[in-house]
């Protein structure tokens, strides 16, 4: 079984920068995908950012040159590097890795972006 467990969210300033992390527990191979996603109240959750095989990565197109997705295969972590962040950007980000199709989740980490 997959377990996943968020940390580093919290309270930033617009303009500021935040590094989000996720740790895999389990079975994990370099074929998974890793991602975050984000919820913000009232809206549906929406894919932020991907890494796959052969570090590959994806961006929304509301992020891309702002964060940057990457993993550290040793230790079944992947990072999510969150700079110049906005009010649009507050949200509960979750965690997520597919492996043979099936999705596992972590519980999220609230993201605020405020003054």
């Known amino acids: 079984q997959v377990q996943l467990v968020e940390s580093g969210g919290g309270l930033v300033q617009p303009g500021g920068s935040l590094k989000l992390s996720c740790t895999a527990s389990g079975s994990i191979f370099r074929s998974d995908t890793m991602a975050w996603y984000r919820q913000a109240p009232g809206k549906q959750r929406e894919l932020v950012a991907k890494?796959?095989?052969?570090?590959?990565?994806t961006y929304a197109g509301s992020v891309k040159d702002r964060f940057t997705i990457s993993r550290d295969n040793a230790k079944n972590t992947v990072y999510l590097q969150m700079n110049s962040l906005n009010a649009e950007d507050t949200a509960v980000y979750y965690c997520?890795?597919?492996?043979?199709?099936?999705?596992?989740w972590g519980k999220g980490t609230l993201v605020t972006v405020s003054s």
């Open positions: 997520n890795l597919v492996q043979f199709g099936i999705f596992y």
């Open positions: 890494i796959s095989a052969g570090d590959r990565t």
